[in-house]
């Protein structure tokens, strides 16, 4: 069994860990790149949302290089991400590939569902080798945001700010080519520690944006056209309201009372403005710009594919939060179409707009 997955930010460095702990040969598939993106629009119905088909060019990448089983998540709710297993088989079966397509189910507060997935893809392993697996896999993606968050809070400090994403790339390589828990930890150690030893710019105060919306834009750099890089290397501090460690938080553990709290939190931020569950991230879009509102950011910015419904009703709220808490908000749609040259000219002027903002509330 040759087991592969799609790339959704860092995602593939602790799940191939975790994988390659249960005795499994992974197929990761290339990174992605225009070829990945033309196969996926190429073989997918055109009115499928972004992440969708760039999965689809992910697993065509990898069956060509010998994948037999495919793992995907799952999910609920109003959200097309809940179809894109059984789209994305029947899609891969017309072009003639012969393979397994595994979903993973969100847990819903059961491990035993991830126990009949890990012996699908293994068979009768001991719950040992499960736990230890998944405490690597764990390890890796608790390393992989840690390192994300602390480029993205120095990158706009540097005085050479390109220097920043050198260190990360450099670090996630040896998170990826650690092989115990205590070698992620002490890699992750050292990579902070080069950070530490960038040269800083002195009495610099740099603006603060967050990114909300759809999960698989926000955290995948090819899709959202390096979001955090480019606003990093403008002098932006960036942060993200949602990690890699939360969706598989959400997927692979049951309900717990600290995520629990989280979420209940950002429920009540959106309360006002939006009382129920829309699908996707939708309602957490608005929660989480009414938290970094409170938090004294100075913008927030909003991605999403084009055609994702719990964003689009975020997408129409969200101007009532910002005229109601005076914190400008610019929504971005990605689709094949979207161009770098039209989106920097777009994030240029969001930023042009936020230094306006913060020069004439100083002088007040």
């Known amino acids: 069994m040759k087991v592969t997955y799609p790339h959704m930010g860092t995602m593939a460095i602790p799940v191939k860990g975790m994988l390659e702990e249960l005795g499994l040969e992974v197929i990761v598939p290339p990174p992605i790149t225009k070829k990945t993106l033309d196969l996926g629009v190429k073989y997918s119905p055109e009115f499928a949302c972004l992440p969708l088909k760039m999965n689809v060019g992910n697993y065509i990448e990898a069956l060509e290089q010998g994948a037999d089983t495919i793992l995907m998540g799952g999910g609920v709710g109003p959200c097309?991400?809940?179809y894109y297993g059984e789209v994305q088989e029947e899609i891969l079966?017309?072009?003639?590939?012969?393979?397994?397509?595994?979903?993973?189910?969100?847990?819903?507060?059961?491990?035993?569902?991830?126990?009949?997935?890990?012996?699908?893809?293994?068979?009768?392993?001991?719950?040992?080798?499960?736990?230890?697996?998944?405490?690597k896999g764990?390890?890796?993606?608790?390393?992989?945001?840690?390192?994300?968050?602390?480029a993205n809070q120095t990158r706009p400090y540097l005085i050479n700010?390109?220097?920043?994403?050198?260190?990360?790339?450099?670090?996630?390589?040896?998170?990826?080519?650690?092989?115990?828990i205590k070698e992620v930890e002490t890699k992750a150690s050292l990579i902070k520690e080069e950070f530490n030893?960038?040269?800083?710019?002195?009495?610099?105060?740099?603006?603060?944006?967050?990114?909300?919306?759809?999960?698989?834009?926000?955290?995948?750099?090819?899709?959202?056209?390096?979001?955090?890089?480019?606003?990093?290397e403008m002098g932006v501090l960036v942060d993200k309201s949602i990690y890699l460690t939360d969706w598989m938080e959400g997927h692979l553990f049951p309900r717990f009372l600290k995520r629990d709290q989280e979420e209940q939190k950002v429920k009540e931020a959106a309360q006002p403005y939006?009382?129920?569950?829309?699908?996707?991230?939708?309602?957490?879009?608005?929660?989480?710009?009414?938290?970094?509102?409170?938090?004294?950011?100075?913008?927030?910015?909003?991605?999403?594919?084009?055609?994702?419904?719990?964003?689009?009703?975020?997408?129409?709220?969200?101007?009532?939060?910002?005229?109601?808490?005076?914190?400008p908000v610019l929504s971005l749609t990605m689709d094949e179409?979207?161009?770098?040259?039209?989106?920097?000219?777009?994030?240029?002027?969001?930023?042009d707009l936020l230094e306006r903002k913060r020069r004439k509330e100083k002088v007040i």
């Not at 100075?298 to 594919?305: A, C, H, K, S």
Request: with cysteine; proline share 3%; hydrophobic share 40%.
């Open 80 to 82: 097309r991400f809940g």
């Open 93 to 135: 079966e017309d072009l003639g590939y012969d393979f397994e397509m595994i979903i993973l189910e969100p847990l819903q507060g059961d491990w035993k569902e991830l126990f009949r997935t890990i012996r699908l893809l293994v068979g009768n392993i001991a719950i040992t080798k499960i736990k230890s697996a998944w405490q």
């Open 138 to 150: 764990w390890a890796k993606a608790k390393a992989v945001d840690q390192l994300n968050r602390i």
């Open 161 to 180: 700010r390109y220097q920043a994403s050198e260190v990360y790339k450099r670090g996630l390589k040896l998170i990826d080519q650690a092989e115990t």
């Open 197 to 232: 030893r960038l040269d800083r710019k002195e009495d610099f105060e740099p603006l603060k944006v967050g990114l909300v919306g759809e999960i698989y834009v926000v955290l995948e750099p090819f899709t959202n056209l390096q979001i955090e890089k480019k606003l990093g």
């Open 274 to 327: 939006l009382n129920h569950f829309v699908g996707g991230h939708g309602l957490e879009s608005v929660g989480e710009t009414v938290l970094y509102s409170e938090k004294g950011y100075d913008g927030v910015v909003q991605l999403f594919p084009f055609t994702c419904m719990p964003e689009i009703i975020a997408e129409s709220v969200l101007p009532t939060v910002s005229k109601d808490l005076n914190i």
């Open 337 to 351: 179409h979207t161009g770098e040259a039209g989106y920097v000219t777009r994030l240029e002027a969001f930023i």
